[in-house]
């Protein structure tokens, strides 16, 4: 089974924090995706990668940046935190050509 | 710009029940996929449907594509309590870059 592992269930930070998400995956997808996941708003994507050094910018990108140095590894990085980042962030991997999206379980991170 | 809306937003059923979960969307799509989502965990992928007129089956849910009419529906038959979670539609932009856009969700409540 396709294992996607994000680092922390529960992240508390403080405005202006630089906060870093980390995302690891262990089947080999070429494709990964944070998304942010808000009541009423179903999920919208933050960033996306095709390929290691890769990034494409999704719906929402402001105020985040992503990392994708190794293949298996996809890294969120909010620069300064502000508390309207509260949210549930979702990453995901997928094969290419339409494979179906793998999600972790999730990092429910609160801006103070 | 894709929008995905699902309908009903919550939906509450009995045990034994039929109902429809309906997903529209605004731009051509072929590949157009459903996840479920139980409380506190993260997306699960229930079916890909690629093609009009697709329609997969998986125990007592049901799900069809309408390319033409831009419309899913996931039809739930003798509703049992288990089955009680949100389901997401989301739709591939068509741009062939993976990039998936949801529907805000369908929390679906199972009574006994």
């Known amino acids: 089974d396709v294992k996607v592992t994000q680092s922390s269930r529960y992240l508390v930070k403080r405005t202006g924090e630089k906060v870093f998400l980390e995302c690891v995956q262990d089947m080999d997808h070429e494709n990964m995706f944070w998304y942010r996941q808000d009541p009423g708003l179903g999920l919208r994507l933050i960033y996306f990668s095709y390929d290691v050094k890769m990034k494409e910018k999704g719906d929402i990108p402001e105020g985040y940046s992503v990392s994708r140095e190794k293949k298996e590894r996809f890294s969120l990085i909010l620069e300064s935190a502000s508390t309207n980042q509260t949210s549930m962030y979702l990453c995901?991997?997928?094969?290419?050509?339409?494979?179906?999206?793998?999600f972790g379980d999730g990092t429910r991170l609160s801006i103070l | 710009e894709l929008k995905v809306e699902q309908n009903p937003l919550f939906l509450s059923m009995q045990e034994g029940k039929n109902y429809t979960i309906y997903c529209n969307y605004s731009?051509?799509?072929?590949?157009l996929y459903w996840y479920r989502q139980d409380p506190g965990k993260s997306l699960e992928s229930l079916f890909v449907?690629?093609?009009?007129?697709a329609v997969k089956q998986e125990g007592r849910l049901m799900a069809s594509l309408d390319t033409k009419a831009r419309l899913s529906t996931l039809h739930i038959t003798a509703a049992v309590h288990d089955l009680s979670a949100t389901y997401f539609c989301?739709?591939?932009?068509?741009?062939?870059?993976?990039?998936?856009?949801f529907g805000t969700g369908t929390r679906l409540t199972i009574i006994p």
């Open positions: 449907l690629l093609s009009n007129g």
């Open positions: 989301a739709v591939d932009s068509n741009f062939g870059n993976e990039k998936l856009t």
């Open positions: 995901a991997s997928s094969l290419p050509y339409g494979q179906p999206q793998h």
């Open positions: 731009t051509t799509s072929d590949r």
